[in-house]
């Protein structure tokens, strides 16, 4: 059941930097953690980053540490995932997600958006 909206995708040169952005309904943002997960074509969808409600706890795939930072505008009901330093192996349809729960596990969370692509070309 798709109810976020992503946004911010594109192409981009290898250095460069994209800012994605996952707008969601005040029921399913409040209160809940935010993760971003990505999918590249013929792999399964794999962890990037997380963040709790309140913005105090993060974490990061390692692939991805120190050059992506996730933050959230709980009043704006919207999460946002920086990416900078952007690698080919990046390239991938990246996902928002929200759930109760704050796990790297995307089983486990309830509320998506349909993606938006990330390419980045060498």
């Known amino acids: 059941q798709v109810q976020l909206v992503e946004s911010g995708g594109g192409l981009v040169q290898a250095g460069g930097s994209l800012r994605l952005s996952c707008v969601a309904p005040?029921?399913?943002?409040?209160?809940?953690?935010m993760g971003w997960f990505r999918q590249a074509p013929g792999k399964e969808r794999e962890f990037v980053a997380y963040i709790s409600w309140s913005g105090g706890s993060s974490d990061y795939a390692d692939s991805v540490k120190g050059r992506f930072t996730i933050s959230r505008d709980n009043v704006k009901n919207t999460g946002y995932l920086q990416m900078n330093r952007l690698k080919p192996e990046d390239t991938a349809l990246y996902y928002c997600?929200?759930?109760?729960?704050?796990?790297?596990?995307?089983?486990?969370?309830?509320?998506w958006g349909q993606g938006t692509q990330v390419t980045v070309s060498s």
């Open positions: 997600a929200t759930d109760i729960r704050l796990t790297t596990d995307y089983t486990a969370y309830k509320y």
């Open positions: 005040e029921h399913i943002f409040s209160g809940y953690a």
